[in-house]
């Protein structure tokens, strides 16, 4: 019986290929332009170029196999999946989430997928929409025309006030100022830094952030619970179906919740936030979105139907994705011994696929280190865009957040003329990927 994960034409091989790492001259280089850029994402693209489509970087106690391509994707996202763990219990995401969507494995994902994914469905979209304008309209209406802002924290306001009203029926207005110091510490907590090398790093101010965010997330919790005991109906979102699902318990909805508005507001962030910056930074794209919105909505507030005709916008938001995927890296461990490509992966091993350096390989894209919009007239080959990867296990919030991108942007652009401040900004590896130092912005009303 052939192995799983196993590749036809190199199963039998007589020796395994040495995953290649890094000399220490590639690596000088590799620094020359990290530093350059500001940025490690591309010096992958240096090892990538020298080392091909699979590479080891060897650093203490931290040696994952870096893979790019779509061939490579495909077999990690699809023909091997099931020989792949997405948890590794000592990464601070997974001691964060616990079992929530993102990072459960086997049939704790499977049933809670299921159990969650109406809520996430195209078809429970349309009643979010106006949700969607409305919460983008309280954070615009607050800024004033003279004034600078930096439009991370921004759009991180508006994609919270979404994630909260429509998966949770909660008004977040009133607690952001609350909450927003815990929940920025709570996502340091889970970037990348120090644990790489020393798992145990103590995070004291990280364990108080925690705890606040868990009594808000337990308290909403516990008054739906009574909501529903003492009327006995529930609304109809994703908070109302987990509540009143059989066997939940309260850890298991936090731990949901939690994914929920860690995944699903953070991605969003960073993907507005770049779309801004864009925006701001090609103003011949600008003129062609105001055009669309323009003709498309007129002076009416956006709905699903007008969002059938941004055609521009959608080319403009899968341009930013692929330019500045919030989600640039996939991390997988392996279940038992594979081989793939001639190269031998044993279990516990960490691998990883470059979201970041596959959208910009030349193989797949023309120029790729060009903003084109217009590049996605043409389908892109399967597995060479992934920023909400894919196979089985793509990310249940995607067309949620496809949606809900193109519902703020509409807005914005339907309301305000934009003015970038400052050009000279750079990728900045959080949680997700973000464009520092910010995106200055002016915003005039139209």
Request: aromatic content about 10%; overall charge positive; charged content about 20%.
């Amino acid at each position: 019986m052939q192995q799983p994960g196993l590749t036809k034409n190199k199963a039998h091989a007589a020796a395994h290929a040495k995953i290649p790492t890094p000399s220490g001259k590639l690596a000088l280089k590799a620094l020359q332009v990290m530093l350059r850029a500001r940025s490690p994402l591309p010096a992958l693209e240096v090892f990538h170029g020298e080392l091909g489509k699979v590479f080891r970087v060897n650093l203490p106690s931290f040696k994952p196999i870096m893979t790019a391509g779509a061939e490579w994707a495909r077999w990690l996202l699809v023909e091997a999946r099931e020989s792949f763990l997405w948890k590794a219990p000592k990464d601070p995401i997974a001691r964060l989430l616990r079992d929530g969507l993102l990072v459960a494995d086997g049939e704790t994902h499977d049933s809670m997928r299921r159990l969650m994914n109406p809520a996430l469905h195209r078809n429970a979209l349309i009643s979010y929409v106006e949700t969607m304008w409305r919460a983008t309209d309280r954070i615009a209406d607050q800024w004033q025309p003279e004034q600078a802002y930096d439009m991370l924290p921004e759009m991180r306001k508006i994609a919270l006030l979404i994630v909260m009203e429509t998966l949770f029926s909660v008004d977040f207005m009133p607690h952001i100022a609350h909450y927003w110091a815990p929940l920025l510490q709570t996502l340091r907590y889970i970037s990348p830094g120090i644990w790489i090398f020393w798992a145990d790093v103590p995070r004291p101010n990280y364990w108080r952030a925690l705890r606040r965010i868990d009594a808000y997330l337990h308290q909403i919790i516990h008054a739906r619970r009574a909501h529903l005991a003492q009327s006995g109906t529930q609304p109809n979102d994703l908070l109302g179906i987990l509540v009143s699902a059989e066997g939940v318990d309260d850890a298991m909805i936090r731990d949901q919740m939690l994914t929920m508005i860690i995944a699903g507001h953070d991605t969003s962030t960073g993907l507005l936030a770049w779309a801004m910056y864009l925006l701001g930074a090609h103003p011949e794209a600008a003129q062609r979105l105001r055009a669309e919105v323009d003709t498309a909505l007129g002076e009416a507030p956006p709905t699903m139907e007008h969002l059938a005709q941004l055609k521009y916008l959608d080319r403009f938001i899968d341009e930013t994705l692929r330019l500045y995927p919030p989600a640039h890296l996939g991390s997988r461990i392996a279940a038992q011994d594979l081989t793939h490509d001639g190269y031998l992966i044993r279990k516990g091993e960490r691998v990883t696929y470059s979201i970041y350096v596959t959208h910009r390989m030349a193989e797949y894209w023309q120029e790729p280190a060009e903003f084109y919009p217009d590049r996605f007239l043409e389908k892109p080959v399967p597995y060479s865009f992934l920023p909400f990867g894919g196979g089985p296990r793509n990310c249940i919030g995607a067309a949620f957040a496809q949606v809900e991108a193109k519902v703020i942007l509409a807005r914005l652009i339907q309301r305000f003329d934009f003015t970038l401040l400052k050009r000279d900004v750079h990728m900045h590896m959080a949680v997700t990927l973000e464009p520092r130092p910010g995106v200055f912005m002016r915003a005039r009303r139209r």
